[in-house]
T-cell receptor
Framework: NAGVTQTPKFQVLKTGQSMTLQCAQD?????MSWYRQDPGMGLRLIHY???????DQGEVPNGYNVSRSTTEDFPLRLLSAAPSQTSVYFC?????????????FGQGTRLTVV | GENVEQHPSTLSVQEGDSAVIKCTYS??????FPWYKQELGKRPQLIID?????GEKKDQRIAVTLNKTAKHFSLHITETQPEDSAVYFC????????????FGKGTRLHILP
């Protein structure tokens, strides 16, 4: 049981380049989300999804796109990377139901934009 | 939208003493309040959570209290040990609306020998 898997673990981009961070979960969770973690700023929500075909913006969505074509996958796209997007990115998923449940995090992707 | 404030940003306590981290939230409709622990270089992991129909929850050395009227909740760690050194995040969610989880900025806890 792999849980939440993110790839890659590390990435260096040049300003203006594009890339996709991958996130996959094998727990059949309806909810998936992306956070970025910067020193002193905590975990800030970028985008989230409550099911296939449904996405919504979080606290800091600018510069990022997402899609949810399957329950398992929730990729995060940077269309034109900027140095301000240097951060550690975490994907998280959770089950939705009558009661709220914990979110499970991936191992993180450390992205540096130069 | 929801806003979660967390204090202090850094906390140092002697091994064996207690540590308290406090959070406030803005959305009175929030009904789920998890706490996560993140060790250096690792992913955040849930340590305890509380729902709005409960005022206090305890799990061994950790406890969480919730005051819905004041919109604040706290994490209490008793008999602290070296392995408690980590960053702790509080969070809030409204499962009746959109299920997104909003986090506080985190507290770095140092356990001093």
């Amino acid at each position: 049981n792999a849980g939440v898997t993110q790839t890659p673990k590390f990435q260096v981009l040049k300003t203006g380049q594009s890339m996709t961070l991958q996130c996959a979960q094998d727990m059949n969770h309806e909810y998936m989300s992306w956070y970025r973690q910067d020193p002193g700023m905590g975990l800030r929500l970028i985008h989230y999804s409550v099911g296939a075909g449904i996405t919504d913006q979080g606290e800091v969505p600018n510069g990022y796109n997402v899609s949810r074509s399957t329950t398992e996958d929730f990729p995060l796209r940077l269309l034109s990377a900027a140095p301000s997007q240097t951060s550690v990115y975490f994907c998280a998923s959770r089950s939705l139901g009558v009661m709220d449940t914990e979110a499970f995090f991936g191992q993180g992707t450390r992205l540096t934009v130069v | 939208g929801e806003n979660v404030e967390q204090h202090p940003s850094t906390l140092s306590v002697q091994e064996g003493d207690s540590a308290v981290i406090k959070c406030t939230y803005s959305d009175s409709a929030s009904n789920y309040f998890p706490w996560y622990k993140q060790e250096l270089g690792k992913r955040p992991q849930l340590i305890i959570d509380i729902r709005s129909n409960v005022g206090e929850k305890k799990d061994q050395r950790i406890a969480v209290t919730l005051n819905k009227t004041a919109k604040h909740f706290s994490l209490h760690i008793t008999e602290t040990q070296p392995e408690d050194s980590a960053v702790y995040f509080c969070a809030a969610s409204n499962g009746n609306r959109d299920d997104k989880i909003i986090f506080g900025k985190g507290t770095r806890l140092h356990i001093l020998p």
